[in-house]
């Protein structure tokens, strides 16, 4: 049984990532310092596997500790998801977040230095791209200035280990995520936003639910189809099993380089009202929205290019916006 640690695996994207690996018999081992999650997610988890995976309590930006912990593990890949993640927050707060993601990434590396053999998978964002001069966006897209304290994080990240792959001879892949949505189908895990949700479908699925007010849909007068912004929403379901068969690659030694970079989205762009439309024929609930001003630092429009990742991974999306917005729902309903 190969040996996985994931760090973050109780966040959002990573118990779901955490689900699949251990679906497929690796022995995980999660980190986490339960600053953006809980503990019950341990038991969501085993409640679909019919196993509970071992959690490490740490912080990883914490050298000490970190090296005192990973000194002695052998692990044959590492899944890192622990990161800060709320734009606005690291506007305001821009050292917190330099501080904590780049020193746990910097712990980890440390680690790879000397398991030159351990396969490394970051989790890293579209955000790197701000608005795109070509869509479908492309891997070889130009990197411009990030918008944002958390995106230069992911910008940074992804140099750090680019060329540290290339100097110390490691392998790691590095996946840029585009708008991850929905829950596990089986509704015993999914997002927890803390406070009032800052993204699209927890905003939804909250109002639909009454626990939040009226929809405000961040502008109408961008210029597509119907006026408001575009994203490429994509299942986490779909979106951990990407992990899966880009760990799978670096496990089998079939990448190509030391430092891989994929986008991983559906290809479809969807507006907001999109988005609505798909929530109610989806879950037969009524949404209460109105147009309001656009929101600072949004871009228009951003889908994934995805044929890199088709070719490479062999992986595509399969599951619907409905189906993630259905999943999204039963999950919140759980929730209440
Ligand atoms: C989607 C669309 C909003 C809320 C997020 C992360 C970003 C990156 C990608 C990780 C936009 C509109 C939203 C609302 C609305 N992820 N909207 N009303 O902005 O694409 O970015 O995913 O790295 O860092 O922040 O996602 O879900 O916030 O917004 O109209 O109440 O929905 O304006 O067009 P976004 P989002």
């Not at 734009?87 to 030159?116: A, C, Q």
């Not at 970079?261 to 009202?273: E, W």
């Amino acid at each position: 049984m190969k040996k996985i640690l994931i760090s973050g695996g109780l966040g959002y994207i990573g118990s779901h990532t955490v689900v699949e690996l251990i679906d497929r018999n690796y022995d995980v081992t999660i980190i986490d310092d339960l600053s953006n999650s809980e503990e019950k997610v341990l038991d969501g988890i085993e409640s679909i596997c019919g196993q509970r995976p071992e959690w490490i309590d740490l912080d990883l930006s914490d050298k000490s500790k970190s090296d005192d912990y990973l000194k002695n593990q052998n692990f044959d890949g590492i899944i890192h998801f622990a990161a800060f993640k709320a734009v606005g927050e690291s506007v305001e707060n821009p050292l917190k977040y330099y501080r904590n993601n780049l020193f746990s990434l910097l712990n980890v590396m440390s680690y790879l230095e000397t398991h030159k053999n351990c396969a490394f998978i970051f989790s890293s964002s579209c955000t790197v791209y701000g608005e795109a001069i070509k869509l479908p966006i492309k891997e070889n897209e130009i990197i411009k200035p990030a918008e944002s304290p958390y995106g230069n994080t992911k910008q940074i990240c992804e140099e750090i280990i680019r060329e540290s792959s290339v100097a110390y001879n490691l392998k790691s892949i590095a996946l840029r995520y585009f708008n991850p949505i929905g829950a596990h189908p089986s509704g015993k895990i999914g997002e927890l936003p803390i406070g009032v949700p800052q993204n699209l479908v927890p905003f939804i699925t909250q109002s639909a639910a009454g626990i939040r007010g009226e929809l405000n849909v961040y502008g109408n007068d961008y210029p597509t189809a119907d006026g408001s912004a575009i994203r490429d929403y994509i299942h986490v379901v779909d979106l951990a099993e990407a992990h899966l068969v880009a760990l799978e690659r670096l496990l089998t030694d079939k990448n190509e380089s030391n430092a891989e970079v994929y986008n991983i989205g559906t290809g479809t762009g969807s507006s907001v009202l999109d988005v609505i439309k798909a929530f109610e024929k989806a879950t037969g609930e009524s949404l209460q929205y109105k147009i309001a001003g656009r929101r600072k630092g949004d871009i228009i429009s951003a889908y994934a290019d995805t044929n890199l990742a088709e070719q490479k991974l062999g992986w595509k999306s399969k599951k619907t916006l409905e189906d993630a917005l259905k999943d999204a729902w039963r999950w919140q309903k759980n929730l209440m």
